[in-house]
């Protein structure tokens, strides 16, 4: 979610060799999602070129503000949802990207590319996209699940692990409502506010990081969770079963970008231009099993893959999905809705 503080820009140092620009140093900072780059597809990348790549990790977007708006590390490539590039673009914090450096962003299918938050590809890259569902242990819970308002219901405290991120709890109960995930207005939030109350000291984990953990370990019955989460759990047991929520969900895309303050601009973009080659995507979508945009990718992966239905929506279904815009200072007031909630 936006924050309203600037960065502030440290000065780039230009070290002049001769006529021309000496060459970056041999190295790469990454912050991105946690459990979403194989560290095989990082060492890869290092063997290759002689990069070597520092990663840390974020579970929410907004954690990843926080860090990048107080000025806490100098990262090189970020790994933001949509909503999040929308409001970087706005703000001037993110350096654009020199196309002719990723000639594998021709791999990425039509439907992910020139999306309304960044219209022209100019500052992020399509990595991975997915969606929000439910699983539930079939062998615990002998209910028909089908929407949220089942998972959410009194008999099931003590038996649920959600995704720990305000944006999406409060989203799930603007669905509930009939309400846009995107229509964060004050009245609509006093809507969804009784309703989060009742949901949330239902809830046993909040976790974001791997929700997975959670229902694999049996410490839960069901779980609101994301996508490749969802098709992990669907790999490992039968028992485990994928629902698109009745009341609907969202679809995510989260972009390969770089901040206004990156050093190592053309260390980036050779990462980028790597992460979308076919074989290395295809690592990534083993690993970690969400919506591939990567089409020359996903010609590499198997039936069994490719029909998993938490991976890969149908297309009716994507059509039917919100995608997350920028709601400014609103999604503070989210967070403290929910944090409230949450210390009850």
Aim: glycine share 4%.
């Amino acid at each position: 979610m936006k924050k309203t503080t600037t960065l502030v820009l440290s000065a780039l140092a230009a070290i002049l060799v001769g006529c021309g620009k000496a060459p970056e140093a041999k190295k790469l900072s990454v912050f991105c999602w946690s459990e979403y780059i194989p560290q095989s597809v990082i060492e890869q990348f290092t063997k290759e070129t002689g990069i070597q790549v520092s990663v840390e990790n974020y579970a929410s977007n907004e954690e990843m503000l926080a860090k990048l708006t107080a000025g806490g590390g100098e990262y090189d490539i970020i790994q933001p949802s949509e909503y999040v590039v929308e409001a970087l673009i706005a703000q001037k914090l993110l350096h654009p990207i020199d196309k002719t450096k990723i000639p594998n962003l021709s791999n990425i299918a039509p439907q992910f590319l020139k999306m309304s938050f960044d219209p022209d590809n100019s500052f992020s890259v399509p990595f991975m996209a997915g969606t929000v569902g439910i699983v539930v242990n079939t062998d615990l819970i002998k209910d028909d699940i089908k929407s949220f308002a089942d998972v959410f219901k009194p008999d099931n405290k003590g038996k649920i692990v959600v995704l720990d991120d305000a944006r999406e709890i409060t989203a799930w109960a603007l669905l509930s409502q009939e309400l846009p995930i995107n229509d964060i207005s004050d009245a609509n939030l006093d809507k969804v506010k009784p309703v989060l109350a009742n949901w949330i000291p239902l809830v046993k984990v909040f976790d974001s990081d791997s929700p997975k953990t959670a229902l694999l370990n049996g410490d839960v019955a069901m779980g609101v969770v994301w996508g490749g989460e969802g098709a992990i759990l669907l790999q490992s047991n039968p028992k485990f079963r994928w629902i698109i929520p009745a009341e609907g969900t969202h679809l995510f895309i989260d972009s390969l970008a770089m901040p206004k303050t990156a050093k190592n601009v053309e260390n980036a973009e050779a990462f980028m231009n790597f992460i979308l080659r076919p074989d290395v995507s295809k690592k990534i979508s083993d690993a970690f099993p969400y919506t591939n945009p990567n089409l020359a990718a996903r010609k590499l992966l198997s039936e069994e893959q490719l029909n998993n239905k938490a991976s890969f929506p149908s297309d009716a279904d994507i059509a039917k999905m919100q995608v997350f815009r920028d709601i400014g200072t609103q999604g503070s007031k989210i967070d403290e809705i929910v944090t409230s909630l949450k210390a009850q």
